[in-house]
Structures are given as C-alpha cells and as structure tokens.
C-alpha cells in the first residue's frame, strides 16, 4: 500500500537522524538533525513512489496535462477522483477509515485555529509595538507587554516576536531577540504545522511523533547557536544562565503555532552545554554522507510499492442461450490453473492477471490501456466447468483490468484446465 512505502520512507532519516544523535552525542550536529527531519517530512508527505506509474511510456509525447482537468466522485463504482487520467480507487472500509480520520482532523484543527485567533487578536490588544536594531539584521519590530513572562514568536503567516516589557537593550536582550528572530527567519512554526500533519496521515505509526520532537529541539538550538554567534564566552555564560532562571519561573505550554525561548526543561542541560561549546562546526563530508544514505534508502521505497492487482466490471447484460455453447475436450488447458481470469489482446498476446476479489483496491496510476478478450473460469459441481467471454481492457503499467462487454458463454463437460 501506498502509505505504508511513504511511511518507511519518512522513517529511515528519522533512524538515521537518531542513530548519530545517539553516537556522536555532543557533537551532533543539529542543522544536520534538522535537515534529515526536513527529509522524512518529504518522505512522509510526498508519494514519490507513484512517479513511475504517472508518467507515460513515451515521455517524447507529453500532452499538456493542465488543460483536461475533470473532478467526480462516483461511489457505487468506487471510483473517488479522476484527474486527466489518474484514476483514484478505494474499498469501503478504507473509505469509513478516511472518512472518520478527517472528521477527527478537521475537529481539531477547528479547535487549534480559534485557540489561535483568539490569542493573537488578544497579543495585540495587550502590547505595544517596537523596533530594535540588530547588527547585521537591521530593525526588528516585536511587542512588550507586563503580562508576558518569557519572549516567544507567535503565527504561521504573519508571524512576530512577543517579549516582556523588561526586556531591555543590553547585550543579553540582543541575544534573546536574535534567538526569537531565527525562529521567524526559518518559518519553525510552519515547519511544525507540517510535522503535525505528518501525524495525522500517518497515525499508525508512532515513529512520526519525532518529526515534531525532534525539530522542536532542534530548532532551539539552532535558534541559540544563531543568538550565541560572535559573543564572548562571558556573555554565552550570561545567555545560558537567563535561560536557567527563566525555565525555573515560567511554566511552558507547548503547540504547534508558538515558539518559546525556553522550550522544553528536559532539554535545558543539553541547550547550555551547547551554547558554551567552542568549536561546533560539523564536517561537511559527514553531513553530506547521512543526507545522501537518507535519500539512497528512502528512495528504494519506489520499487517496493506496486499496486494491487484490481478488477473492475462495468457490464451486467444478461446471459441468453443464444451466446451459449457446448464442448466436450480432452485437451488439456492451463490458462487457469492458478486464476479464474485469462486476457489476451487482439494480437493474440496474453497478459497474466491475477485475482484475490473482483473489489476495487487503492491504485494511483495514469493508465495506458491495451484492448482484448477475457475469459472468466467458472468450476462446476459436476466436474465441468463455465468459460464466459467478454471484452476488456488491461493497463501494461499495474495490470489494471476492466472488463467491458459480454460476448459469449462455453460450457465443459468435464473441465480441461485444472
């Protein structure tokens, strides 16, 4: 299954990532932490694995695929969206999972969205908008208010620094806007929505609770490194030290839309070691070697995933006696020795096919269909044994067969294929 493949291939930079998190320990590297998590955000958001099945067997002849766009939702025939040719299948149940899975999401992101618009339309109610100058930056505008406790950035849009009014301009407060002005730079808060929704479409796997970890970790990190960059040690020691006392006073509430200068407490020994740390360049090779196995092993995934073989009827004409016929063969047949179906193109060519169910399974592929005959098997409780015949179909890229048509019946004594 498609999610499944996407699933594995979100996780393998997320192994990766915690495999050298284990084993360089203080001197891992945490941008090479945040791009691996980027990686598996790719893997886990993106069906790279269907490339193969959308594009067309002579990529010499590519058609403009924006120009035929047609939307329909067809569920008697299973059949949930069709865009300029790619076809979207799912069973039932998978539908009612689907289904119940979006009335959840859709519920809390509800709830997330006016817990958000309610807080940002009270943040600016409450504070006062003002400009500081940061040396190689250039005038950042943040709000104060003496209701805040700890400074934090604060949207996904239209994002801003919030800082309490004791926030003044000394050296220290030029670090801690730093730190908040990096969070904004690299769009965290977006970054976390997306880690968010990789949990969601991925429930089943709890490994995807990392990706929001361990960015959040991450990225303050990052985000303390950016502040800490070109001071002193003394001043590293004052920074590291506001941190402490701050985390040790305020209790932080963590979600998705909002970025605290403290972040988690669990992580605050980690946080100070690596701020008071020297040389914290990573080697390059080393990066560039996890993000190229990351890639190598995600990418595999594309000659995992195969879809299922499907089989869809579209005819239901009644079987009349005059389309029937009657044969008696001693020959043996073994076109159906191990499946009920047998097709062969009108250039006598014949494609397997194999049957689990004639229910429709999920399949994401632009088709590119061959025409001709198949017959269904059908045992009979005498030993013989119904060939009916009808017109079909068969796409050469997932063996997608539709059967069209009915043509005629053949009726065995005594059944020569198996």
Known sequence: MLLICMSIAGTVPLIICLLLLLLQRKKFSYRLGRNLVFLSLVGYLIPFQVVKYLMPEDLLRETDSLMNISYFINFDDKEAISYNGISLWMSDWILMVGLCWLFLVSGFS?????????????LKRITETRNCFLPGIGDVQYRISPLIGSPYTIGFLKPFIVAPESLDNSRLSEM????????????????????????????YNPLTLLTLLLYTSFSENIADQAATEGFTTEERKAYAVALVNLSARNRQVPVVWKNNL?????????????????????????TAAAILASVFLSGTTVFGYAPMQTV??????????????????????????????????????????????????ALICTHNFKSGYVDRHYSQSNGGCIVKTYTAKICTKCNHLVVLDYVSTTTYAKCPHK
């Open 110 to 122: 509800i709830y997330e969205i006016i817990k958000y618009h309610r807080l940002t339309r009270k």
């Open 176 to 203: 801690i806007m730093r730190h908040e002005y990096s969070h904004l730079r690299r769009h965290d808060s977006a970054v976390k929505l997306l880690c968010l929704l990789a949990i969601c479409l991925h429930f």
């Open 262 to 286: 403290l972040g988690a407490k669990h992580t605050m020994k980690r946080r100070v070691e690596f701020i008071m740390m020297k040389n914290r360049k990573a080697s390059k090779i080393g």
């Open 312 to 361: 869809q009827i579209t005819d239901n004409t009644p079987i009349t006696e005059e389309y029937m016929a009657f044969k008696d063969s001693e020959t043996q047949d073994e076109s159906f020795n191990t499946t009920s179906l047998h097709f062969e193109t009108n250039n006598h060519e014949v494609i397997p096919v194999s049957e689990s169910d004639l229910e429709t399974r």
